[in-house]
C-alpha cells in the first residue's frame, strides 16, 4: 500500500530553521509533491508543491522566500526546508502526493483534492 511518512519536527525558537522529510513507500517520480499544514483551530492550508515533470512550484504568500521544497527521487523521498520560522508557522505538517496530470497550471499544483496519498503529520512548534 501507499504510503508517507514526515520526520523532522519539533520545537525552534522564532528565527530559527528546520528541515522536515517525507519518506514515500512507492517511487515518486511522477507525483506532485506537497506540503501542508493545520494550526490549531484553523483549517489544513496549503505551504508549497512542487511538480515532477519540471522544477515548477507553487509557494503560499505567507512562506515565499522562507520555505523551500525539494525532492529525491531515488531516495523516494522530499524535503521542506524551513527558515526564519515565526510563532505563526506552528502547525502540524503533511505531505503529500498527487498523480497530476502533467502541466497541471502552478496556480493548481496545491489543490488539495486531488492529493491521495498523506502522511501522518509531524508537529512544528516555535516558540520562545
Known amino acids: 500500500q501507499a504510503q508517507l511518512a514526515e520526520s523532522g519536527g519539533g520545537l525552534v525558537q522564532p528565527g530559527g530553521s528546520l528541515r522536515l522529510s517525507c519518506a514515500a513507500s512507492?517511487?515518486?517520480?511522477?507525483?506532485?509533491v506537497g506540503w501542508f499544514r493545520q494550526a490549531p483551530g484553523k483549517e489544513r492550508e496549503a505551504v508549497s508543491c512542487?511538480?515532477?515533470?519540471?522544477?515548477?512550484?507553487y509557494s503560499a504568500d505567507s512562506v515565499k522566500g522562507r520555505f523551500t521544497v525539494s525532492r529525491d527521487n531515488a531516495k523516494n523521498t522530499a524535503y521542506l526546508q524551513m527558515s526564519s520560522l515565526m510563532p505563526e508557522d506552528t502547525g502540524v505538517y503533511y505531505c503529500?502526493?498527487?498523480?497530476?496530470?502533467?502541466?497541471?497550471?502552478?496556480?493548481?499544483?496545491?489543490?488539495?483534492?486531488?492529493?491521495?496519498?498523506w502522511g501522518q503529520g509531524t508537529q512544528v512548534t516555535v516558540s520562545s
Open positions: 512542487l511538480a515532477w515533470w519540471d522544477h515548477t512550484t
Open positions: 512507492f517511487q515518486l517520480d511522477y507525483y506532485v
Open positions: 503529500a502526493a498527487d498523480l497530476a496530470p502533467i502541466s497541471t497550471p502552478v496556480q493548481a499544483l496545491c489543490d488539495i483534492s486531488p492529493f491521495g496519498s
